[in-house]
C-alpha cells in the first residue's frame, strides 16, 4: 500500500514561493510516479504535473511553465513541488497523487492513467 | 489537449436513488478514463479505471461504463456516504486532465 504524507498548511506573501513536500513509504518511487494536483476555493482539480523518479522525466501543464519546480529526493523517497511568483489565484489545496509504474517483463516504459494513492493535502494561503 | 465535460454538474436525488453521471472527451480515450470521488476536507479517492474496473475498496453499487468518447458513471442506489463530488479523468501524452466535476447532493 502506497501512502503518502504531506507537509502542513503554509501562508506566503504575493510574489514569494511555496515549497510542498511529499513523503513516501517504502519503495514508491521504483513502483510510482508522483503527480501534483490543486484544488482552488470551489474549483475542481486541476493537474500541474509530475514526476517519474525511475525514468528521471518530469512533465507540468503549459499553465504553469516558468513558475513550477517538480522534483524528487530518492534517498529520502520525497517528491516537491516548488510554486513561484505566488498569486491569490494560487490560493489552493495542494495534493500529491501516485500513478502506478506500467511495466512488463521487468522492464518499466510508462504509467497507468489513473491515480491509485493520495495524499491528505497541503493547503496553502497566498495573502499580504 | 484533451478536454473532458461532465453533465450535470449537480445532481439532486435521495438515498436510494439512482444517480447517472455522464463524461464525455473531446477525443477517443479508448477505455483509458476514470472516475473519482471527492468529499471536502478529503484527498480523492479512486472509484473507477479503465472506464469499468472497480478499485479494490469501491462498493459493487458504483459501475462504470463507455468506451471512446462517452462514459457514464452509476450509483445504483444511493447511500449517505455517497454525496459529493464526482470527477472523470483522462491521460494522453503524459498530461492527465479532470472534468468539471458533477456534485450530487441530497434532495
Not at chain 1, 53 to 60: C, D, E, L, S
Not at chain 1, 89 to 103: F, H, M, N
Not at chain 2, 46 to 52: G, N, Q
Request: with cysteine; proline share 4%.
Amino acid at each position: 500500500q502506497v501512502q503518502l504524507v504531506q507537509s502542513g498548511t503554509e501562508v506566503k506573501k504575493p510574489g514569494s514561493s511555496a515549497k510542498v513536500s511529499c513523503k513516501t513509504s517504502g519503495d514508491t518511487f521504483s513502483s510510482h510516479g508522483i503527480s501534483w494536483v490543486r484544488q482552488a476555493p470551489g474549483q475542481g482539480l486541476e493537474w500541474m504535473g509530475g514526476i517519474i523518479p525511475v525514468f528521471g522525466i518530469t512533465n507540468h501543464t503549459q499553465r504553469f511553465h516558468g513558475r513550477v519546480t517538480i522534483s524528487a529526493d530518492k534517498s529520502t523517497t520525497t517528491a516537491y513541488l516548488e510554486l513561484t511568483g505566488l498569486r491569490s489565484e494560487d490560493t489552493a489545496v495542494y495534493y500529491c497523487a501516485g500513478v502506478k509504474l506500467l511495466c512488463t517483463g521487468g522492464s518499466c516504459f510508462s504509467v497507468y492513467d489513473y491515480f491509485d494513492s493520495w495524499g491528505q493535502g497541503t493547503l496553502v494561503i497566498v495573502s499580504s | 489537449e484533451i478536454v473532458l465535460t461532465q453533465s450535470p454538474a449537480t445532481l439532486s436525488l435521495s438515498p436510494g436513488e439512482r444517480a447517472t453521471l455522464s463524461c464525455r472527451a473531446s477525443q477517443s480515450l479508448n477505455t483509458f478514463l476514470a472516475w473519482y470521488q471527492h468529499k471536502p476536507g478529503q484527498a480523492p479517492r479512486l472509484l473507477i479505471y479503465d472506464a469499468s474496473t472497480r478499485a479494490s475498496d469501491t462498493p459493487a453499487r458504483f459501475s462504470g461504463s463507455g468506451s471512446g468518447t462517452d462514459f457514464t458513471l452509476t450509483i445504483s442506489s444511493l447511500e449517505p456516504e455517497d454525496f459529493a463530488v464526482y470527477y472523470c479523468q483522462q491521460r494522453n501524452n503524459w498530461q492527465f486532465t479532470f472534468g468539471p466535476g458533477t456534485t450530487v447532493d441530497i434532495k
